[in-house]
């Protein structure tokens, strides 16, 4: 049973920055992409940015720009999201992903789900 499980999320001021962390089981990794995306309420979830265990070619949405770098550490099984220059726009439950897609930007159904760790940038 695969289980994706979220941490690092938290309120951080406006222009702040924090790093969250994913820490996997239970996967095949060669065979996966691992990646974040995020939901506000009454927003629909978006990708933010997704990394193949393998290549560890990172990919990001347009919309974070330069201020995501995604990242992974094989010995930990962990995939993290690094974000800085955090501003209102940004606040979101933040989900960790996996999928046998490539790119999990383009992965019609994502096969597995961590539960989401909120991140809230105060003003």
């Known amino acids: 049973q695969a289980q994706l499980v979220e941490s690092g999320g938290g309120l951080v001021q406006a222009g702040g920055s924090l790093r969250l962390s994913c820490v996997v089981s239970?996967?095949?990794?060669?065979?996966?992409?691992v990646g974040w995306f995020r939901q506000a309420p009454g927003k629909e979830r978006e990708f933010v940015a997704s990394i193949r265990w393998i290549s560890q070619i990172p990919a990001y949405a347009d919309s974070v720009g330069s201020r995501v770098t995604i990242s992974l550490d094989n010995a930990k099984n962990s995939v993290y999201l690094e974000m800085s220059s955090l501003e209102s726009e940004d606040t979101a439950v933040y989900y960790c992903?996996?999928?046998?897609?490539?790119?999990?930007?383009?992965?019609?159904?994502?096969?597995?789900w961590g539960q989401g760790t909120q991140v809230t940038v105060s003003s």
């Open positions: 992903a996996a999928d046998r897609s490539i790119l999990l930007e383009y992965a019609t159904r994502v096969e597995y």
């Open positions: 239970g996967l095949p990794f060669s065979a996966y992409t």
